[in-house]
């Protein structure tokens, strides 16, 4: 009988956040690994999930919702305060010996002190993910930020096994004398097709938020710069930002330079997305060099490279560090200024079809070879068997 993985986080499963996609693809590779995963998650109604084995599934993952009250005062206690107690009642229920492991997908500081309360009495296992580390400016009150902090120095040294995104935040993890294994964001390049791209123009996408870590106006004043006729081949999409935010960011002829060539899409159902992306040439990402871009993994730049897309993007994090090389499957900008990334956006629109084919090929093997999560189920076994 296989052992049993219990992966909680509060994620909008399946597919309805970058943590979602990461415990998809981490659960894959533990299923991979002979373990039977069971995702406690709250569940993205957008998806219609199957039943296996008495329980909701999703592409043969099990899932245990977890559920918080529809009362909006209750609920906002719940979210708060109270999802260790209702994650460890969940558990509870499925009757936890010491052969089984938890793995948390949070940093909610009370999910942290109700399982391990409760490992002591089971004497099950405890992992974690560490897919962010921001600063005590990130957060609106210091209550906030003292409890990321403790979550961060006090919690996460006592589980058993961390999963860090980054080299960046291993190397602070193993100053606390934590067992780690650095694992990135994965991806599966055989769940969709690539897709068609055709060169009408060159098409461009910019997938972030904007606001925490990408730098939105640094990538909207390069492409503001263009030439006209270099503007008769691009195209540029944008996913995740209003047009008032765009409108916010730059002067009235900035704007205007831009109107003839931005896409904006509203919210996009997942399909839709994969859509827009397997017709995509490139991702363009800016990011500054600070503490929230140096411990995170950009989700999409995997997930991108899977149809081919190649990343032009800021030197920043173990992603430019360890996966990908400038000119060979992306486009690497040292800095985060307008300069650089109007260099190499104007390189790209200067590249042949062929040109722009070599790379997508090797964009799209170095998703392949180093991202799919079939590379990484012997190094999560060993490490899980390990602890």
Not at 74 to 91: A, P, Q, T
Not at 181 to 207: C, N, Q, W, Y
Not at 326 to 344: A, P, T, W
Request: charged share 25%; proline share 4%; with cysteine.
């Amino acid at each position: 009988m296989n052992k049993r993985i219990f992966l909680f986080g509060f994620l909008n499963y399946p597919r309805g956040s970058a943590a979602a996609n990461y415990t998809q693809y981490l659960s894959y590779a533990l299923k991979e690994a002979n373990y039977d995963v069971y995702v406690i998650s709250n569940i993205n109604e957008e998806f219609t999930l199957q039943e296996q084995e008495g329980f909701m599934s999703y592409k043969t993952i099990k899932i245990i919702p977890f559920q918080i009250s529809k009362k909006r005062i209750l609920r906002r206690l719940e979210f708060d305060y109270g999802k260790g107690r209702i994650l460890v009642n969940i558990l509870k229920r499925h009757h936890l010996t010491s052969e089984d492991i938890v793995l948390l997908y949070s940093p909610d500081l009370y999910v942290h002190r109700e399982v391990l309360k409760y490992k002591e009495k089971i004497g099950f296992k405890t992992a974690c993910v560490a897919t962010e580390w921001f600063p005590a400016s990130a957060f609106k009150s210091r209550r906030e930020g003292k409890a990321y902090s403790t979550y961060y120095d006090r919690f996460l040294p006592r589980h058993d096994l961390l999963f860090p995104i980054s080299s960046y935040i291993q190397n602070y993890l193993i100053e606390k004398n934590c067992n780690t294994m650095r694992l990135p964001i994965m991806a599966d390049v055989r769940e969709h097709p690539i897709g068609t791209k055709s060169f009408d123009k060159i098409k461009f996408v910019f997938p972030g938020n904007g606001l925490m870590k990408d730098s939105i106006e640094v990538i909207l004043k390069s492409f503001s710069r263009l030439t006209s006729q270099q503007k008769k081949r691009t195209e540029l999409h944008l996913c995740g930002v209003k047009e008032e935010q765009i409108i916010g960011l730059l002067t009235p002829e900035e704007y205007e330079n831009l109107r003839d060539i931005i896409v904006i899409h509203k919210w996009m159902k997942y399909k839709e997305l994969i859509t827009l992306y397997q017709a995509m040439h490139f991702l363009v990402l800016a990011r500054e060099e600070n503490q929230m871009t140096l411990a995170n993994f950009p989700s999409k730049v995997p997930e991108v490279m899977c149809y081919g897309v190649v990343p032009i993007v800021s030197r920043v994090g173990d992603y430019t560090k360890y996966y990908l090389e400038d000119n060979v499957n992306s486009l690497i900008f040292d800095g985060c200024n307008i300069e650089v990334c109007y260099e190499k956006v104007s390189q790209a629109l200067t590249m042949t079809p062929d040109e722009i084919v070599e790379l997508s090929t090797n964009a799209r093997e170095c998703a392949e070879n180093k991202f799919d999560y079939r590379n990484w189920v012997g190094k999560i076994q060993h490490a899980l068997v390990n602890i």
